[in-house]
Nanobody, 122 residues
Framework: QVQLVESGGGLVQAGGSLRLSCAAS????????MGWFRQALGREREIVAA????????YYADSVKGRFTISRDNAKHTVYLQMNNLKPEDTAVYYC???????????????WGQGTQVTVSS
């Protein structure tokens, strides 16, 4: 049983930065891989980034590679998504998720946060 709560979304101009946070409950946080997904209006939910339980392995979608960084602090039960050089195409609801292993499709993650809106103006 894991409860996830995202924060840090908001409105930013193109070229700006935001850092999203996902706070997790439970005592087995370090055993879960964590993923960030996003869903834009009228679009399918897509993988953004993921990190293994130890933090030793990461995955990034091609669209965000070099701009976004996923990290985790297991002592704080928190995963982060640092987003730099934001573009209007990054506008979406961003969701934090937890699963047994890193995967690139949403159905392999068992727990989800409520989402946080990110809007990038041009």
């Amino acid at each position: 049983q894991v409860q996830l709560v995202e924060s840090g979304g908001g409105l930013v101009q193109a070229g700006g930065s935001l850092r999203l946070s996902c706070a997790a409950s439970g005592r087995t946080f370090s055993t879960y891989a964590m993923g960030w997904f996003r869903q834009a209006l009228g679009r399918e939910r897509e993988i953004v980034a993921a990190v293994s339980g130890s933090g030793s392995s990461t995955y990034y979608a091609d669209s965000v590679k070099g701009r976004f960084t996923i990290s985790r602090d297991n002592a704080k039960h928190t995963v982060y998504l640092q987003m730099n050089n934001l573009k209007p195409e990054d506008t979406a609801v961003y969701y934090c998720s937890a699963g047994d292993y890193i995967a690139t499709v949403s159905r392999y993650y068992d727990y989800w946060g409520q989402g946080t809106q990110v809007t990038v103006s041009s």
